[in-house]
């Protein structure tokens, strides 16, 4: 996300991770031939109160004001049946998809409403809504909770322009392999773009029960 919003032109960037990022991203906007950004990489624990709240006041100072969060942090315990699984690792899930995020927002809100683009997007999953006897339990539902998470913010702070809403990247393969996008993840758009009247009329990319 950070190289890609380097190669777009942002200047500034902060970036929460647990590795230094700063060279990967300048590199990235000097082979795009665009200005390099000021990076603001920080270690990072999405569990942790005392650093995401660290983190918020770094970029305070740092920065002027705050146009997007983007929050990709995401945790998916093995796929094992209740009685058989780590509750430990279970609960991990929950921690690093609803536990986080939350902080995130608590932590950044006051800064994001004095001006901007006030955007918060959560990377979810369709994990949201399968039910799967092979799937695990803790990612399926925390990543709804997110997604109704998202919801809740829409309707608080949706009239003072705050626009925060849930993406789905794709089934795509996670670390050495991940920059890598099939054909079949990229003609999707095209699909998903046929049916914007339709989706736009029914309301149709919220969670909600219909009868």
Known sequence: MAISYARAGAACI???AHCDLTL???KAAQDAE???PRVLSMNLDISSTASIDNAAAL??????GIDIIVMDSGGLEEARSTAEGNMDKW???WTTNLRGPYLVARAFLPMMLKGGDKTIVFVASAAAHCVHTYEASACGTSMLAQLR???FLAAEYGDQGVLPFCIHLGDLAMGASADSTSAEHENNMPQLMAMK???V???GLKVRLVL
């Open 197 to 199: 009247k339709e989706i």
């Open 34 to 36: 665009r200005k390099p």
């Open 201 to 203: 009329k029914e309301d």
């Open 59 to 64: 970029i305070q100072a740092s920065f002027e």
């Open 149 to 151: 998470f998202a919801a």
């Open 24 to 26: 990967a991203v300048k």
């Open 14 to 16: 902060a970036i929460g």
């Open 91 to 93: 609960w991990h899930s």
